[in-house]
Every structure is written in structure tokens, then in C-alpha cells.
């Protein structure tokens, strides 16, 4: 069974930092391309950070560029967010889902294209 399992959320001060982890099992990470989406409460759902197969192209939602950065293991079948500076803008249910993607470098940008979501992981930026 295709199994995403986030963790590393929690309560934190506004300044500060969390890496979210999301280990997948059931079916070969390095086939899929990885995003991590987010909900807020009253928000639609929006995509926060891409990653390709070889986690060699990135890209990042304009709102957290040059605060949060992702990457992968696939040998370990991990994925990580690590989300620096976080304000209260940022407190969401984090989200991450896998994509199906023939090319190694290449990611897929739109939550219809992603097959396997986590049950995502509360992150709560609050003084």
C-alpha cells in the first residue's frame, strides 16, 4: 500500500524553524517527483516547494523563497522541508504528496497531478 507519512510539526515562535520530514512507503521514491502543499484554515490549498526525481531542480511558492528549502533521500525514502524564519503567515496543515513523472528532473507544480498524499502535520507560528 502507497503510504506518505509526515512529521516534524508543532508549535513554534514567530523567528523561529522546523524541518518536516515525509517518508514514503509502499512504492519506489525515486519514481516520483515530490511537493509540499499547505492548508490554512479558511485558505485554499497552496503549493510551498517542488522537487524533481534527482532532487536536482527546486522550486519554491514566492511566500517562503529563501526561507525554506527541500530536499530528498531517496535511498532512505525521505523527504524534508526545512522552513527557517517562519511567521504566523505560514501556520498551516502541511501536505506532502507524490507524483508520477517519466523524466528524472522534473516536478510537477499543480495538486492534480499528484497521486499520493500524507495526512498532513499542523504547524502552528504563534508568541
Known amino acids: 500500500q502507497q503510504k506518505l507519512v509526515e512529521s516534524g510539526g508543532g508549535l513554534v515562535q514567530p523567528g523561529g524553524s522546523l524541518r518536516l520530514s515525509c517518508a514514503a512507503s509502499?512504492?519506489?521514491?525515486?519514481?516520483?517527483?515530490i511537493g509540499w502543499f499547505r492548508q490554512a484554515p479558511g485558505k485554499e490549498r497552496e503549493g510551498v516547494s517542488y522537487i524533481s526525481r534527482d532532487g536536482a531542480r527546486l522550486n519554491y511558492a514566492d511566500s517562503v523563497k529563501g526561507r525554506f528549502t527541500i530536499s530528498r533521500d531517496n535511498a532512505n525514502k525521505l523527504v524534508y522541508l526545512q522552513m527557517n524564519n517562519l511567521n504566523p503567515g505560514d501556520t498551516a496543515v502541511y501536505y506532502c504528496?507524490?507524483?508520477?513523472?517519466?523524466?528524472?528532473?522534473?516536478?510537477?507544480?499543480?495538486?492534480?497531478?499528484?497521486?499520493?498524499w500524507g495526512q498532513g502535520t499542523q504547524v502552528t507560528v504563534s508568541s
Open positions: 504528496a507524490a507524483a508520477s513523472v517519466l523524466g528524472r528532473s522534473y516536478y510537477r507544480s499543480r495538486a492534480s497531478d499528484y497521486s499520493y
Open positions: 509502499g512504492f519506489t521514491l525515486d519514481n516520483y517527483a
